[in-house]
């Protein structure tokens, strides 16, 4: 399934927000619903609980229109920066943001991380409460030194990625390249972590195909190593889902926290 690298100007014509939410997170029928939602959403459960990740901001970058990820997150940040790359999921997340009638809904997902919680009827409250927490949708862009030209944005106790950077990476270098500016968007000891899939050539928005850096977990683990993170935690599980092979190839689910040293 090997595809040529995407263009950044075929994903800003191509990637519809609207079929990418339909195609991942429709229940039952969404590639990313059960499997990956069940792996992202406990680690991150865990990472912001026990795991003791907190502070005064989180950046998410890469964001999408996509809102599962920061359902733990609202409940320690007092600060939530959300960013991406296409001004269509942006506009898809405002509709979240404001209650827009015809936004996606989520409320299955938010659910599910209530009862992850314990506090499985306040689906309502927690959604209130991810929108009071997030000050900002920016444009950002992987493949700048400062992600987030022209905006200097102060840097974060936390930098968090799902999902992202294998689509603009055209290799390896590239993404460690992208992993070192990230450095600067944190503050000393800062974290960072990243939930994505491994051995991933494409996947399929609608009918619409992109390609994606297939990478392996020893290629992942160097690239933090190199770009001089300190790695606290690296989980990879395998695929078991197949029934969607043909919308996306992956093999595995990986996650990575790492911090930025405290002295560099
Ligand atoms: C597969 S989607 C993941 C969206 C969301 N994080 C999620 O987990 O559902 C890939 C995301 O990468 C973003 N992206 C593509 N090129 C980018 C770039 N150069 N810089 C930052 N984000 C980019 C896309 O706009 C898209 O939202």
Redesign the pocket.
């Known amino acids: 399934m090997a595809a040529p690298h995407i263009s950044?100007q075929d994903?800003i014509n191509n990637?519809n927000?609207r079929d990418?939410?339909q195609t991942?997170?429709t229940p039952g029928k969404g590639i990313?619903f059960a499997e990956?939602i069940k792996f992202?959403t406990r680690n991150l459960h865990e990472t912001f609980t026990t795991g003791g990740v907190r502070g005064d901001t989180l950046l998410?970058?890469?964001?999408?229109?996509?809102i599962?990820?920061l359902l733990s997150a609202c409940e320690v940040f007092d600060k939530i920066i959300v960013?991406?790359?296409?001004e269509q999921?942006r506009a898809e997340f405002q509709k979240w943001l404001n209650k827009d009638p015809d936004a996606f809904d989520w409320t299955p997902i938010i659910k599910g991380v209530c009862e992850l919680e314990g506090n499985r009827e306040d689906s309502e409250k927690k959604a209130e409460k991810l929108r009071s927490k997030v000050k900002q949708v920016l444009k950002?862009?992987?493949?700048?030194r400062n992600?987030y030209d022209p905006v200097i944005v102060p840097p974060a106790d936390c930098l968090l990625?799902?999902?992202?950077?294998e689509?603009?990476c055209k290799d390896m270098k590239s993404y460690c390249n992208v992993l070192k500016n990230f450095k600067d968007l944190l503050k000393p000891g800062g974290h960072i972590i990243i939930?994505s899939v491994l051995n991933c050539s494409l996947?399929f928005?609608g009918n619409k195909s992109?390609s994606c850096l297939s990478i392996t977990k020893d290629e992942l683990e160097q690239a933090f190593k190199e770009a001089g993170y300190e790695i606290v935690k690296l989980k990879v599980v395998p695929r078991s889902e197949k029934i969607w092979a043909n919308v996306s190839d992956h093999s595995e689910y990986y996650y990575i926290h790492a911090r930025k040293p405290q002295k560099e």
């Open positions: 950044q994903y990637f927000a990418y939410l991942s997170y990313l990956w992202a998410d970058f890469g964001t999408g229109a996509s599962y990820h960013s991406d790359f296409l999921n950002c862009d992987a493949l700048k992600p990625v799902c999902l992202c950077l689509t603009p939930q996947y928005v992109f």
